[in-house]
């Protein structure tokens, strides 16, 4: 049984497409384009900001408006940051038993605190997480293993007794690095990279109930 199990937040803990498609939408609305489908920005999700205005706008960081249209972005969808966002199935049930066996878990994700402490706390987790480890907690983000670290750190466990669960291939990257156990989920947003078989992780699985078995506490 592993001492405490990570997760990355967008495509992994809970699924913040529907509110990011959102914001990107309200964008194009702005420059009289049409609505673009969720389903077409999801794989891009896990990319932040960055890959919603390169799937939505075909917007590049070096283009002369993108520092405006990146923090328009994010000040629509930080009016609207929990509209339609919910955890992925399992995962509520999968904290519970945790919590029940008194193991801990935490979040770990390259999401700006300003955006995840109020997220979690909409969703209800922000004071049941052991840690929460943001884009900007650490001095470099995933695929750095200074994010895991300093989880590791305010948890006070060993990397190696840690699960470390995402979405993105930044994600193994990075929970490889600290000297954790990896877990990729294929529910997740997946990027629009490498398949999923060929990050590296040390298991893939479909559903938040597996992530129970390979954490010792189905």
């Given at each position: 049984m592993?001492?405490?199990?990570?997760?990355?937040?967008?495509?992994?803990?809970?699924?913040?497409?529907?509110?990011?498609?959102?914001?990107?939408?309200?964008?194009?609305?702005?420059?009289?384009?049409?609505?673009?489908?969720?389903?077409?920005?999801?794989?891009?999700t896990?990319?932040?900001v960055?890959?919603?205005l390169?799937?939505?706008?075909?917007?590049?960081p070096?283009?002369a408006?993108?520092?405006?249209?990146?923090?328009?972005?994010l000040?629509?969808?930080?009016?609207?940051?929990?509209?339609e966002?919910?955890l992925?199935?399992?995962?509520?049930?999968?904290?519970?038993?945790?919590?029940?066996?008194?193991?801990?878990?935490?979040?770990?994700?390259?999401?700006?605190?300003?955006?995840?402490?109020?997220?979690?706390?909409?969703?209800g987790?922000?004071?049941?997480?052991?840690?929460?480890?943001?884009?900007?907690?650490?001095?470099?983000?995933?695929?750095?293993a200074?994010?895991?670290?300093?989880?590791?750190?305010?948890?006070?466990?060993?990397?190696?007794?840690?699960?470390?669960?995402?979405?993105?291939?930044?994600?193994?990257?990075?929970?490889?690095?600290?000297?954790?156990?990896?877990?990729?989920?294929?529910?997740?947003?997946?990027?629009?990279?490498?398949?999923?078989?060929?990050?590296?992780?040390?298991?893939?699985?479909?559903?938040?109930?597996?992530?129970?078995?390979?954490?010792?506490?189905?």
């Open positions: 592993f001492d405490a199990v990570l997760f990355d937040l967008d495509g992994t803990f809970a699924d913040t497409a529907p509110d990011l498609a959102a914001a990107l939408n309200r964008l194009r609305a702005d420059l009289g384009m049409s609505r673009v489908s969720p389903e077409q920005l999801r794989p891009l896990s990319q932040g960055r890959g919603m390169k799937g939505g706008l075909d917007m590049q070096s283009d408006c993108y520092a405006h249209f990146y923090a328009r972005f000040r629509y969808y930080s009016q609207d940051i929990c509209v966002t919910r992925f199935p399992g995962i509520e049930q999968l904290l519970d038993v945790l919590e029940g066996r008194r193991s801990q878990w935490g979040i770990v994700t390259n999401k700006a605190q300003r955006f995840t402490l109020p997220l979690l706390a909409r969703l987790f922000a004071k049941r997480a052991a840690c929460v480890v943001s884009g900007d907690s650490a001095r470099r983000a995933k695929p750095a200074h994010p895991m670290r300093l989880a590791c750190s305010l948890l006070a466990r060993h990397p190696a007794r840690c699960l470390y669960v995402g979405d993105d291939l930044r994600d193994i990257q990075a929970g490889r690095a600290a000297g954790m156990v990896t877990v990729a989920v294929r529910y997740g947003y997946l990027g629009d990279g490498d398949p999923i078989e060929d990050w590296g992780a040390d298991h893939v699985v479909d559903h938040a109930q597996e992530i129970a078995v390979l954490a010792g506490i189905h």
